[in-house]
């Protein structure tokens, strides 16, 4: 038998490149690592010569990419004696904080927009014990009150504002770089507050500053169309789409993201409902890959900009899947085309029902 050590999470991997120490008490649920899938069925369907690998991000301890953050976050609040971490959150930041302060033995506070946070979710936070406050207001107003209450109170602040959520999560980079051997032409990510985009841009910069790769990727971040800010080049109030996960109308790493697209000749894009919908269901049933709607933004968008030529043939593209499917189930249901056959328990009535759909 060949050993192999105990995959202990992303700080113990890539701990040259993060703010730790020996004497760290390092927080985790060994999170990263997560599996770089390149689509077989899907680039054929667009009759393109391209590689699309996706980055399956829900496959993370809580089903998100925030635990790439989280661990850090709540490492160092551990470290620097804090007693409690508060978030605001569409939902997966609060399964994280919820997840990981557990962990940690600490006490979480998250605060989730009141009627409009996936199922998954809210089960998370509260099944890890985090005190749940819904506000009868958006993520933004959640944001906004985080930051106002933590300089009353001794919580720390564990949004990405925090700045090592994005050290934890830059390592998806190098993970992607490792596996590669190089650094993609494309890399593909949903924009919520923009936090993501920008930890990848460091990370994949870190690498390219160490002459690990000799080049970088153009930077893509695409948005739900009702809640696209960075299209409508200013804040969005009243941000709508189904995509829970990105329906944030003031992001707080605005600047970050511009320099984001700059330096890396990259761009902002928006798909609609539809088309995020579409992608989802398109992974789901040509490739066997489930993610929440909010991370099927990537995909949506990337499939455009190679149908268009923006992506030209021969591409390398990464896209995020940043959340797993079953995160959101009642919109998974709503939107499935596979019929949940009811008969008779009897054969006649399965053969029936088999033979029926067996064409499809
Ligand atoms: C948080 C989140 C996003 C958005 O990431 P930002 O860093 O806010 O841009 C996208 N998809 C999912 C599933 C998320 O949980």
């Known amino acids: 038998m060949v050993y192999r050590?105990?995959?202990?999470?992303?700080?113990e991997r890539y701990r040259d490149h993060l703010p730790v120490n020996d004497d760290t008490r390092l927080i985790s649920l060994g999170e990263g690592n997560t599996p770089l899938l390149k689509l077989n069925n899907i680039p054929r369907l667009t009759g393109k010569n391209v590689d699309i690998y996706i980055k399956y991000e829900g496959l993370n301890p809580t089903g998100s990419f925030k635990d790439r953050g989280m661990t850090m976050a709540v490492t160092k609040a551990v470290e620097e004696g804090s007693k409690a971490i508060i978030c605001a959150?569409?939902?997966?930041?609060?399964?994280?904080?919820?997840?990981?302060?557990?962990?940690?033995?600490?006490s979480a506070f998250v605060l989730i927009p009141d009627g409009k946070i996936a199922l998954g979710k809210?089960?998370?936070?509260?099944?890890?014990?985090?005190?749940?406050?819904?506000?009868?207001?958006n993520f933004d107003k959640g944001m906004q009150l985080v930051k106002?209450?933590?300089e009353h109170t001794p919580v720390t602040i564990v949004n990405s504002i925090n700045p090592y959520r994005l050290q934890g999560q830059k390592t998806a980079a190098f993970e992607i770089v490792e596996e590669l051997s190089c650094a993609p032409d494309f890399h593909c990510l949903p924009v919520g507050n923009a936090g993501n985009i920008s930890a990848h841009w460091m990370g994949y910069s870190e690498y390219y500053?160490?002459?690990?790769?000799?080049?970088?990727?153009?930077?893509?971040?695409?948005?739900a169309a009702g809640s696209a800010?960075?299209?409508?080049?200013?804040?969005?109030?009243?941000?709508?789409?189904?995509?829970?996960a990105i329906r944030i109308g003031h992001p707080q790493s605005w600047d970050k993201a511009w320099k984001v697209k700059e330096e890396s000749q990259g761009w902002f894009d928006e798909c609609t409902d539809e088309e995020i919908l579409a992608a989802q269901k398109l992974l789901?049933?040509?490739e066997g890959i489930f993610c929440e709607p909010a991370s099927a933004t990537s995909l949506a968008g990337a499939l455009r900009d190679i149908q268009t030529?923006?992506?030209?043939?021969?591409?390398?593209?990464?896209?995020?899947?940043?959340?797993?499917?079953?995160?959101?189930?009642?919109?998974?249901?709503?939107?499935?085309?596979?019929?949940?056959v009811t008969v008779s328990a009897t054969l006649e009535s399965v053969r029936d029902a088999i033979l029926d759909n067996m064409a499809k």
């Open 209 to 223: 500053q160490d002459g690990i790769v000799a080049t970088r990727p153009k930077m893509l971040g695409y948005q």
């Open 89 to 106: 959150s569409t939902g997966n930041t609060s399964a994280a904080a919820a997840a990981y302060a557990a962990r940690a033995g600490i």
């Open 309 to 340: 030529g923006k992506i030209p043939e021969g591409s390398k593209v990464v896209c995020t899947l940043t959340g797993h499917g079953l995160k959101d189930p009642d919109i998974a249901i709503k939107q499935s085309s596979s019929p949940v």
């Open 122 to 137: 809210l089960a998370q936070a509260m099944m890890h014990g985090a005190t749940v406050i819904q506000i009868k207001g």
């Open 284 to 286: 789901a049933e040509k």
């Open 229 to 244: 800010p960075f299209m409508r080049g200013g804040m969005v109030d009243e941000p709508e789409t189904v995509a829970t």
């Open 5 to 11: 050590p105990r995959y202990t999470g992303l700080i």
């Open 148 to 150: 106002e209450v933590a």
